[in-house]
């Protein structure tokens, strides 16, 4: 008899995870942003850029990019009901975003331990054009995110 869940339970798991990590995410709520999708090991999430989330030369500012695919990268690192933090991050801005473009950041795992993963997050407009690249690495810290009833 195997202790993994089954397909549906990961799903159900993932998703209650997911919400219960995004509902005391006060940043990523304030920027608008919002989860269209959410799997084990996988999320995405998206963003529209506002006239107030502009730098000085009228693009996005790349600190916001990073936020939305920072919290792609947290929600998916969570789908699997463990307290799992950052514990390294780098982006590559592509091409610059604009006041009315619809971001969507997308996360995967590509590798998970008990204590580690890797994961890739790509962010790209309404268009489909990239325009950042990140690579996350995460870490558990331990305990589960949403309590489940003993059996």
Known sequence: MSSRPSESDAQRLAELSADALFA?????????????????????LCMTVRADMLNGHGMCHGGLIFVLADSAFAVACNTHNAITVAAA???????????HDELTAQARELWRSKRSGIYEISVSNQRGETIALFRGRS?????????LAKE
């Open 24 to 44: 005391r995410d006060d940043a990523s709520k304030s920027l608008g942003i919002r989860i269209e999708e959410v799997r084990p090991g996988f999320a995405r």
């Open 89 to 99: 991050a780098a982006i590559d801005f592509l091409a610059p975003a604009h006041v």
């Open 139 to 147: 870490h558990c810290t331990g305990g589960p995110l949403v309590p």
